[in-house]
C-alpha cells in the first residue's frame, strides 16, 4: 500500500495528460491504464517488500540445529 498509493496518485495524473498529447480518449483509457498501472506496481512491490523484510530478519541456527533468540542477526538493506 505504501507504494502503490503514491503510484496510484501519480498515474492517475499523468496518464490523461499523456493519452490527450497523444490524441486518445481519455475518459475511455485512462480508467484502463490507471488500474493496470496500480495493479502491477502492487503485485512487484509485494515480493519486493518481502524480501527486504527476510534479508534483515536472517536468523541463523545454533548447536543442534536450534534457533535461540540471541541467533537472530540484524543486517541494513544496503546489502540487498
Do not use: E
Not at 498515474?11 to 495528460?17: F, G, I, K, N, S
Not at 475511455?28 to 527476510?54: E, M, R
Amino acid at each position: 500500500m505504501l507504494v502503490a498509493m503514491p503510484t496510484a496518485g501519480v498515474a492517475d495524473a499523468l496518464v490523461p495528460m499523456l493519452l490527450a498529447r497523444l490524441g486518445r480518449d481519455t475518459a475511455t483509457a485512462s480508467s484502463i491504464t490507471f488500474t493496470t498501472v496500480t495493479d502491477l506496481t502492487a503485485f512487484l512491490a509485494s515480493p519486493g517488500i518481502a524480501l527486504a523484510l527476510s534479508a534483515l530478519f536472517q536468523t541463523r541456527a545454533g548447536p543442534g540445529g536450534r534457533f535461540n533468540r540471541t541467533d537472530v542477526r540484524f543486517t541494513s538493506l544496503s546489502g540487498i
